[in-house]
């Protein structure tokens, strides 16, 4: 039962979220986009959110779970049936360099959990981005991004895992 309500009120902070961010982007009265701003950044602290109301949607993106972790650029854009899992960045890279900007999201793109889209990237129509890569470089439209295989480092000794919390000195 317990579960079930979780899930139920992450879809339900979901639908919240994307009413008040659409009343804010409506509203013309400064107290009422205030009062509609305030309450968004109390849904996105709770959730480690942040999604600023310059950020450019095509149309409402899916979160299969919640808003956990999103972080979305103000300059970014994204397309139409999008699915964002958790833990995603959709980030600026405001350091001069060639890949200053921010990145553009094509329509029906999947984006798996944990991943990082960084900078003046292009993402294709179609594209499927796995859980934790890190895409710096445009994507074509119909591809996928996958992690190479992780690597495996042997040891000759035993590794010590203890846990030492930090003692501050006084």
């Known amino acids: ?17 994307w009413r008040l961010r659409e009343k804010a982007l409506k509203s013309t009265s400064r107290i009422a986009k205030g009062f509609s701003f305030h309450r968004l950044h109390k849904i996105e602290t709770a959730y480690n959110a942040s999604i600023p109301l310059s950020t450019r949607f095509a149309a409402k993106p899916r979160f ?20 964002i899992f958790h833990q995603v960045t959709i980030g600026s890279n405001t350091l ?30 179609n594209v499927r981005i796995g859980a934790n890569c890190v895409v710096v470089k445009d994507v074509p439209d119909n591809a996928t991004v996958v992690l190479s295989a992780p690597r495996v480092i042997e040891h000759t000794e035993q590794r010590h895992n203890t846990f030492v919390a930090f003692q501050e000195t006084k």
């Open 1 to 17: 039962m317990e579960k079930m309500y979780t899930l139920l009120f992450r879809r339900d902070a979901v639908q919240r979220y």
């Open 64 to 83: 299969p779970h919640g808003l956990n972790g999103i972080f979305i650029s103000s300059g970014a854009t994204i397309g139409t049936d999008c699915v």
């Open 96 to 125: 001069e360099d060639s890949n200053t900007g921010c990145p553009r999201i094509g329509n029906n793109v999947y984006i798996g959990a944990g991943a990082k889209i960084i900078g003046n990237v292009r993402v294709g129509d």
